[in-house]
């Protein structure tokens, strides 16, 4: 029997890929109910911990974070200047940030290294908003993490756990995260070495949040 050309043979991995991104594009819609009602974990370091090291940057541990949380968005990036240390931004929601009955009135987009969200009416206040959710440049600490946090989706509760960092580059180019959940704008992203990532079994959500 003839081998397959190898053009049906290149059709079909590009299949496979597109099929891969389609499905990694496509968000869970859990139903009403906070999925994940904690804040983020943080906590000071007792002594400063020896510096972390990815591509050509030195990352230094500024705190120790956890958090789960409920992934509102999610943006890949290959180019810019962090693409090599953080290939992945999740954009995250918690307490009622989390409620598929507050995000069908909140619209979310990604880009550029920031997240944004516009709504028509306020479903809770806007401070509300602002202090329960949050854009994370999530750098993995090993193929393991990576592999992890390529499953992850818009509706996945995920939890991870690891260091907020400041990076530092031999030519002065620096990228530090928040250490605050209460910022907004630029600066206000959390840039977060992950020891451990996994995407949480789905919950069964608390009681739907009441509206305003």
Same mark, same amino acid.
């Given at each position: 029997?003839?081998?397959?050309? #190898?053009?049906?043979?290149?059709?079909?991995?590009?299949?496979?890929?597109?099929?891969?991104?389609?499905?990694?594009? #496509?968000?869970? =819609?859990?139903?009403?109910? =906070?999925?994940? %009602?904690?804040?983020?974990?943080?906590?000071?370091?007792?002594?400063?911990?020896?510096?972390?090291?990815?591509?050509?940057?030195?990352?230094?541990?500024?705190? !120790? +974070?956890?958090?789960?949380? $409920? =992934? /509102?968005?999610?943006?890949?990036? $290959?180019?810019?200047?962090?693409?090599?240390?953080?290939?992945?931004?999740?954009? /995250?929601?918690?307490?009622?940030?989390?409620?598929?009955?507050?995000?069908?009135?909140?619209?979310?987009?990604?880009?550029?290294?920031?997240?944004?969200?516009?709504?028509?009416? +306020?479903?809770?206040? #806007? $401070?509300?908003?602002?202090?329960?959710?949050?854009?994370?440049?999530?750098?993995?600490?090993?193929?393991?993490?990576?592999?992890?946090?390529?499953?992850?989706?818009?509706?996945?509760?995920?939890?991870?756990?690891?260091?907020?960092?400041?990076?530092? #580059?031999?030519?002065?180019? !620096?990228? !530090?995260?928040?250490?605050? !959940?209460?910022?907004?704008?630029?600066?206000?992203?959390?840039?977060?070495?992950?020891?451990? +990532?996994?995407?949480?079994?789905? %919950?069964?959500?608390?009681?739907?949040?009441?509206?305003?």
């Amino acid at each position: 029997m003839n081998a397959f050309p #190898r053009w049906t043979w290149a059709l079909a991995a590009l299949a496979l890929v597109g099929a891969w991104w389609s499905w990694s594009g #496509r968000a869970n =819609v859990p139903p009403p109910g =906070v999925l994940a %009602p904690d804040a983020p974990l943080q906590a000071e370091l007792d002594e400063p911990a020896p510096p972390l090291h990815k591509a050509d940057a030195a990352l230094t541990p500024l705190a !120790r +974070f956890e958090v789960t949380a $409920r =992934v /509102l968005h999610r943006e890949d990036y $290959r180019h810019d200047d962090g693409a090599d240390l953080a290939p992945v931004d999740l954009a /995250l929601g918690w307490g009622r940030m989390s409620d598929s009955a507050v995000l069908k009135s909140i619209e979310i987009t990604q880009g550029q290294r920031f997240y944004a969200w516009h709504v028509d009416a +306020f479903p809770i206040p #806007r $401070r509300e908003i602002e202090t329960h959710s949050a854009n994370m440049h999530l750098i993995p600490a090993d193929r393991g993490v990576e592999r992890a946090l390529e499953r992850a989706r818009a509706g996945d509760v995920v939890h991870f756990a690891g260091y907020l960092v400041e990076a530092d #580059r031999p030519n002065g180019w !620096r990228w !530090r995260s928040s250490l605050t !959940r209460d910022d907004t704008g630029n600066g206000a992203c959390e840039l977060v070495w992950v020891e451990d +990532f996994r995407v949480e079994p789905r %919950p069964l959500p608390a009681a739907p949040s009441a509206s305003m």
